[in-house]
Nanobody
Framework: QVQLVESGGGLVQAGGSLRLSCAAS????????MGWFRQAPGKEREFVAA????????VYADSVKGRFTASRDNAKNTVYLQMNSLKPEDTAVYYC????????????????WGQGTQVTVSS
């Protein structure tokens, strides 16, 4: 069992930056690939980024590639999402998720989810 708690959301102007954190409790954090997803009002939840168990591999949605960076610190049981050059269309609730071993970009493949943190980007 893994419990996930996101933090770091807030209100930022377009062009600004935020760093989201996701703290995990439970056993064997380093054996879980971690993903970030988001859900905007009236839209389905979508994949944003994922990072492998060691942190050596990352994948991104095309919409955030070059602007967002996913990373993790296994010693701190924490995964991060650095978001730069934010746009109003990045406004959403951001969720982190965990799945055993292999990295994935499909939300049904993830077993554990946090409660989400709101990111609002003003124009």
């Amino acid at each position: 069992q893994v419990q996930l708690v996101e933090s770091g959301g807030g209100l930022v102007q377009a062009g600004g930056s935020l760093r989201l954190s996701c703290a995990a409790s439970g056993r064997s954090f380093s054996s879980y690939a971690m993903g970030w997803f988001r859900q905007a009002p009236g839209k389905e939840r979508e994949f944003v980024a994922a990072v492998s168990t060691s942190g050596s591999r990352t994948v991104y949605a095309d919409s955030v590639k070059g602007r967002f960076t996913a990373s993790r610190d296994n010693a701190k049981n924490t995964v991060y999402l650095q978001m730069n050059s934010l746009k109003p269309e990045d406004t959403a609730v951001y969720y982190c998720a965990a799945r055993k071993l292999t990295i994935a970009n499909i939300q049904r493949n993830y077993d554990y989810w946090g409660q989400g943190t709101q990111v609002t980007v003003s124009s």
